[in-house]
Structure formats: structure tokens, C-alpha cells
């Protein structure tokens, strides 16, 4: 469990060093610091020595490894952005399987989900998906379906009752809503910094989760 811990602790140092080279604009260090972030994290995930179940634990690790192909899309070039999509999509798909292989799942918990979800899709959504529309017609159903993937991942994260689970999904929810409306809608003041902040504790909540 020592290892497991430490490797949380060296997770969050190269994140918020990260977070220190959004703000200051260093892309060089990004390029390393970003992906670099969820390496040490996988191997946290894989250090845990009594995970919740281990069914749980090796999908919320290829989903990991899903979001890490993911960064390094996005990172490289903006007509790869299809490919971080898919990257994301199909690592939120391994949550969800994840997160179903908690002990048990709660249903009015599911229900509480749905309505956060439900609220998050008609506020800013549906601004996402018009705007993703206008930017490029051929980007309308993927971008709808990575956000309706993604809030099934949420619903199912309430459904565990697994409070750091339910954190890490709201967080990786908001993470994706603020690029979504930097990108697509309008900039966010300190827009990069939000996205990224919100997201490596969110990935952090998700493998936290597995030690509940």
C-alpha cells in the first residue's frame, strides 16, 4: 500500500508541475509533464495490492491507458483530434465496465446521476454539440456521442456510492465540458488550466476509487 501511495503523491507533483507550464505557457514541458502524468498514475493503479475487485481494476486501467493515447493525440496535432475522441470515448467505455464491477450498484444513486447529467446535457450540451455543428458539420455525431458516452460514465460512478468515485467522474465531466465550450463555443478565462486541473484529479478520483 506504501508504493501505492507514493506513487499518488508523485502523480499529483508532476501534475500540479504540469499545471505550472499551462499557466506559464511552457508547451516543451507539457509535451512531457502531461503524458508523463498518467504513467505514474497507471502504475499507482497497477501498485494497489487489494483493489475493490480486480475486474474493476484492470478496466479502469486499460481506460487509463485509453486516455493517455488520448493526451498524446490532442498534443500532437489538431487534425488528430478525431483520433483523442475515439481514444477518450473508448476509455470511458472501459470505466463504465469498471465502475459496474464495483461491489454493488445503488439505483437512486443511478437516478441522481441522470439528473445531474440530464441538467449538465440541456446547459451546456446541447451549446457543445451546435457549436462542434457549425465548426465542422462531420464532427455533430461524434462529438454528441462522446458526450452521451461520457455521461454514462458519471451515471454509472453515482451508481457505485463511492463518493472519490462520483468526485473523479464530476470532475473528468467538467474537465470535458470546459474544453468542449473553449474549443467549440466561446473561450474560458484560464480555459487550459481548468481543463487540466479538473482532469488529472478526476483520473486521480477514478483510481483512488479502486482503493474504496
Known amino acids: 500500500m506504501t508504493t501505492f501511495w507514493a506513487l499518488i503523491g508523485l502523480t499529483l507533483l508532476v501534475a500540479v508541475v504540469d499545471w505550472?507550464?499551462?499557466?506559464?505557457?511552457?508547451?516543451?514541458?507539457?509535451?512531457?509533464?502531461?503524458?508523463?502524468?498518467?504513467?505514474?498514475?497507471?502504475?499507482?493503479?497497477?501498485?494497489?495490492?487489494?483493489?475493490?475487485?480486480?475486474?474493476?481494476?484492470?478496466?479502469?486501467?486499460v481506460g487509463l491507458v485509453c486516455?493517455?493515447?488520448?493526451?498524446?493525440?490532442?498534443?500532437?496535432?489538431?487534425?488528430?483530434?478525431?483520433?483523442?475522441?475515439?481514444?477518450?470515448?473508448?476509455?470511458?467505455?472501459?470505466?463504465?465496465?469498471?465502475?459496474?464491477?464495483?461491489?454493488?450498484?445503488?439505483?437512486?444513486?443511478?437516478?441522481?446521476?441522470?439528473?445531474?447529467?440530464?441538467?449538465?446535457a440541456a446547459v451546456i450540451g446541447s451549446r457543445v454539440v451546435r457549436g462542434a455543428g457549425e465548426a465542422d458539420p462531420r464532427l455533430t455525431g461524434p462529438v454528441a456521442v462522446y458526450m452521451s458516452v461520457i455521461s454514462l460514465m458519471v451515471v454509472m460512478a453515482f451508481g457505485t456510492a463511492v463518493p472519490i468515485a462520483i468526485l473523479g467522474a464530476v470532475l473528468f465531466y467538467a474537465s470535458d465540458g470546459v474544453l468542449g465550450w473553449n474549443k467549440f463555443?466561446?473561450?474560458?478565462?484560464?480555459?487550459?488550466?481548468?481543463?487540466?486541473?479538473?482532469?488529472?484529479?478526476?483520473?486521480?478520483?477514478?483510481?483512488l476509487a479502486l482503493a474504496s
Open 20 to 61: 505550472w507550464a499551462v499557466v506559464t505557457d511552457r508547451r516543451g514541458a507539457e509535451y512531457v509533464l502531461k503524458p508523463l502524468t498518467m504513467v505514474v498514475l497507471i502504475a499507482a493503479a497497477l501498485a494497489l495490492p487489494d483493489p475493490v475487485t480486480d475486474g474493476a481494476r484492470l478496466f479502469i486501467v
Open 67 to 120: 486516455s493517455l493515447a488520448g493526451d498524446v493525440f490532442l498534443m500532437l496535432d489538431e487534425r488528430l483530434f478525431i483520433g483523442g475522441l475515439v481514444s477518450f470515448l473508448i476509455g470511458h467505455v472501459m470505466y463504465i465496465i469498471g465502475l459496474l464491477r464495483f461491489d454493488e450498484i445503488t439505483p437512486p444513486l443511478l437516478f441522481v446521476g441522470v439528473l445531474v447529467v440530464l441538467v449538465a
Open 185 to 207: 463555443v466561446e473561450p474560458v478565462p484560464h480555459g487550459r488550466l481548468a481543463i487540466m486541473t479538473t482532469y488529472h484529479l478526476g483520473q486521480i478520483g477514478l483510481v
